[in-house]
Structure formats: structure tokens, C-alpha cells
């Protein structure tokens, strides 16, 4: 199986352990579907890019990984700015849940991209 494959197989099964891991709880996030729709796809979408930037220009594949990095953050720090300022009430559960995905979506990009990177 290519890593490809296995990466967004492995990111479905997370979003469904998450939208599963959901159902327990009374209320969700203002935002949940939204951030988690968000991370999913932004992270699968760098991931494949990262790939073809490693396939096609090994030698600048590190200063890609970073700028991804750095749009990402930029990017996610105006999508919380908006839902701060939209719910207000509940910006403490949307960013708290926002950022304990990211970190769950990121570690997953990181350890599939050092699998690919190592070999």
C-alpha cells in the first residue's frame, strides 16, 4: 500500500474516532464540524503537497515543510480570530477543541512524512 493511501486512510479512521469519541458528549463546539472539516482537509491536501514537493525537489523540500507551516499557522490563527469574535460565549470550547485537533492531525502528517522521508 503507498504511503499516500495509508496516510488518508489513517486520517479517515481519526475523523471517525473523533466524530465516534463525540457522540459521548451533551454539547459540542460551536464550530466542531467546521474546524474538523478545516483540519482534515487542510492537512490532507499539505500532505499530498509535501509529497510531490519531496518527489519532484528534494533539495527545497525542507523550506517547503516550513512555509507550509508558517501559512498554516497564519492561516488557522485568522479561522480562530473570526470564531472568537463570532461566538464570543464559546470561543474557549472551540479553540480548546481546535487546537487539541490540530495537534492529534499534525503528529499524524509529522510521523507519516518522517516515515517517507527516512527510507
Known sequence: MSNRIAFLITLAIVVLII???SRLFAALPSFFYQSL???AVSTMGLYVYLLRIRENHRDFFV????GSIA???LAYGIYLFLIVREDRPGAFE???FFMATYAVFTALEVGF???KISR
Do not use: D, S
Open 19 to 21: 466524530l465516534g469519541v
Open 37 to 39: 472539516v478545516l483540519l
Open 63 to 66: 523550506h517547503f515543510y516550513l
Open 71 to 73: 501559512l498554516k499557522l
Open 94 to 96: 472551540n479553540v480548546a
Open 113 to 115: 512524512l518522517w516515515r
